[in-house]
Structures are given as structure tokens and as C-alpha cells.
């Protein structure tokens, strides 16, 4: 089965690229009721060994203020290892977690204030905002929101998170690292993306308030 990219301005076509789901998480709707009835209190207890971590610098993602369903996702496909961490720390620490550690985890992280950039951002390439229909780009905007607020069911908020990161998770997507987007959109995405217009667009959502 060959990717078929549905997006705002259009259909694109991609010949040539697998296009499986890349995930076991099946967002029915007794899953999204069981996430969206995660135990805040005790997710706020779980979360001690994570804030070493993730405290929104250099390459590891700030959780605070996610998308519930996209971190319960990422954990769900860490445990599976439909994503791989190449450290093996998250695929460990998410082989421990029951379901419903999971979904605790992702309540308690949604309801925290959310890492805001530092202003001036600049999308120097437009991509994020207007995409790039000589190569049938995409914005970024369409499915991550004018303000990378993040959108639809676990599309994961941009703004605020540091530019290591994000860099680094574009740069993974491009080499096909990272390969738990569904149905490969964003490595069809980033593999059109020069590493230049990867820092750029790593250091607009960075600055997004």
C-alpha cells in the first residue's frame, strides 16, 4: 500500500513509501474516554522519575500542558516499540507502565501550564504557515495550529518546546528514526525538508508564546 497524504491544499500523492499505520493505539471511542478520565492526582505521584528529564530543555520535549492523547500514545508505542528511543530509557521506563499509568501520566501533564517561548519568532520559510507548493509542502500549520497550539485527537503542541528538540525530532523524522507518525506523514514531510529549513522552523515554534 503506497502513502496518501490528505492535507489542506489538497491530495498528494507519494509513490514508493509504506504507508502502515506505524502505531498498535486505535483512537476508538472507549479510548478516548478512558484517557480523557485519567487520574490527574495519581499521574501527578507517577510522574516523579520523569521531570529529570523533561524539564523543556535541550533535546528532551517539555510534557507540561501536551496533548493528553498524544503522551498516552507515545507511551503506548514506546512500550511496543513501535518508537524507539536509541538511549532504550523510554522504551524501558514505558515497559512498566500499565494503561492506566498511562493515562494518569497524560491527565496530570495536560493540565500543567504549557513551556512558552520567548517571543520574535519569525517563520523565515513560510512553510509553517503557508507550506510550499512547489514541492507540495504542507503548512505545519494544518495540523499543529496557527499558534502550534497542537489540534485533531494527538497531534502534539509545538510552541514553547526548545529548539534541540525540535530539530532533533525533524531531523529523526527525515532519516526515518523516528517512525511512529501515522501512516508516514511526517517523515514524508521532513524527508522534503532541507536541514536548514529544519533549524529554522525548530527555532520559529521554540519562540511561540
Request: contains cysteine; hydrophobic residues 35%; neutral net charge.
Amino acid at each position: 500500500m503506497k502513502a496518501i497524504l490528505l492535507v489542506a491544499t489538497g491530495m498528494m500523492f507519494v509513490a514508493g513509501v509504506d504507508a502502515a499505520p506505524s502505531t498498535q493505539v486505535a483512537w476508538t471511542p472507549a479510548t478516548l474516554d478512558f484517557v480523557e478520565k485519567g487520574d490527574a492526582g495519581r499521574g501527578k505521584a507517577l510522574s516523579a522519575p520523569c521531570a529529570g528529564c523533561h524539564d523543556g530543555t535541550g533535546t528532551n520535549p517539555s510534557l507540561s500542558g501536551q496533548l493528553p492523547t498524544y503522551l498516552y500514545r507515545q507511551m503506548q508505542d514506546y512500550k511496543n516499540g513501535n518508537r524507539q528511543d536509541p538511549t532504550t530509557i523510554m522504551n524501558t521506563m514505558a515497559s512498566a507502565l500499565r494503561d492506566q499509568d498511562m493515562a494518569d501520566l497524560a491527565a496530570w501533564y495536560g493540565q500543567q501550564a504549557p513551556m512558552r517561548g520567548a517571543g520574535g519568532a519569525s517563520d523565515a520559510t513560510g512553510i509553517a504557515g503557508r507550506g510550499e507548493g512547489r514541492r507540495m509542502e504542507p503548512p505545519c500549520s494544518s495540523c499543529h495550529g496557527g499558534a502550534g497550539q497542537g489540534e485533531k485527537v494527538d497531534t502534539p503542541r509545538l510552541a514553547g518546546q526548545s529548539a534541540a528538540y525540535l530539530e532533533a525530532t525533524l531531523l529523526a523524522y527525515k532519516s526515518g528514526q523516528r517512525a511512529n507518525d501515522i501512516y508516514s506523514r511526517m517523515r514524508l514531510i521532513a524527508a522534503k525538508l532541507s536541514d536548514a529549513e529544519i533549524r529554522q522552523l525548530a527555532d520559529y515554534y521554540s519562540r511561540l508564546k
